[in-house]
């Protein structure tokens, strides 16, 4: 069994930096890249950043690159993204993510957590 629960979301104003947290418990994650996604209301759940176990490598959506950083604790088995200069737009529900990969094309992950509400207000 796998649990993974987030925490750190809230409302925060325009420009705004949040911190999210991600503890993966249950199956190791010695193998598995790990991310974040969002959904925001009334659209399909994107891809945010990735990252390996390891912390060596990392990948960021686009609507996200040079405002966010993914980043590992091993010994806490915790992923964290720090968000910065936050929009409006980054209002959504942000979900940590196990085993990511990209299939045909389209990120996804086998293992989700239950996500954690962002809310940005202009």
């Known amino acids: 069994q796998v649990q993974l629960v987030e925490s750190g979301g809230g409302l925060v104003q325009a420009g705004g930096s949040l911190r999210l947290s991600c503890l993966a418990s249950g199956r190791t994650f010695s193998s598995y890249a790990m991310g974040w996604f969002r959904q925001a209301p009334g659209k399909e759940r994107a891809f945010v950043a990735a990252i390996s176990w390891s912390g060596g490598s990392t990948v960021y959506a686009n609507s996200m690159k040079g405002r966010c950083t993914i980043s590992s604790d091993n010994a806490k088995n915790t992923v964290y993204l720090q968000m910065n200069s936050l929009k409006p737009e980054d209002t959504a529900v942000y979900y940590c993510?196990?085993?990511?990969?990209?299939?045909?094309?389209?990120?996804?992950?086998?293992?989700w957590g239950q996500g954690t509400q962002v809310t940005v207000s202009s």
């Open positions: 993510a196990a085993k990511v990969r990209v299939v045909a094309g389209r990120w996804t992950a086998d293992y």
